[in-house]
């Protein structure tokens, strides 16, 4: 992948990360119930899943650390969407999203 899509999708992802930041910061799990707080989850794993699919069809080893269970979790949202759980959402936002936006930053960092 050229370097300035990788950068693109990459990208991406930060501000996806960033809206969701803004969006549940400080919050305790139970407003994840909130149909606008897990729309604007959903829709910010969705983004990131699919920048990170283009960026895996052109370099399967970045250095991104759940890589397929982040698809999987999109796929999950996008087909199952009705049994979404919202205390999943909140350990994926306060548990896995730092982690993911630290690998992203050293990527950027590091082109």
């Known amino acids: 992948m050229e370097v300035n899509r990788l950068k693109k999708h990459l990208e991406e992802i930060l501000i996806a990360i960033n809206n969701i930041d803004g969006s549940t910061k400080g919050i305790e799990a139970s407003r994840y119930s909130n149909y606008e707080i897990s729309w604007i989850v959903e829709r910010g794993i969705e983004i990131i899943a699919e920048a990170l699919k283009r960026i895996l ?55």
């Open 57 to 111: 069809l052109a370099d399967q080893n970045i250095p991104i650390t759940n890589t397929q269970k982040i698809i999987a979790t999109r796929n999950k949202i996008t087909h199952e969407y009705d049994v979404i759980d919202n205390y999943q959402l909140y350990i994926i936002v306060t548990k896995y999203l730092p982690i993911l936006k630290a690998e992203v930053e050293a990527i950027l960092n590091s082109k």
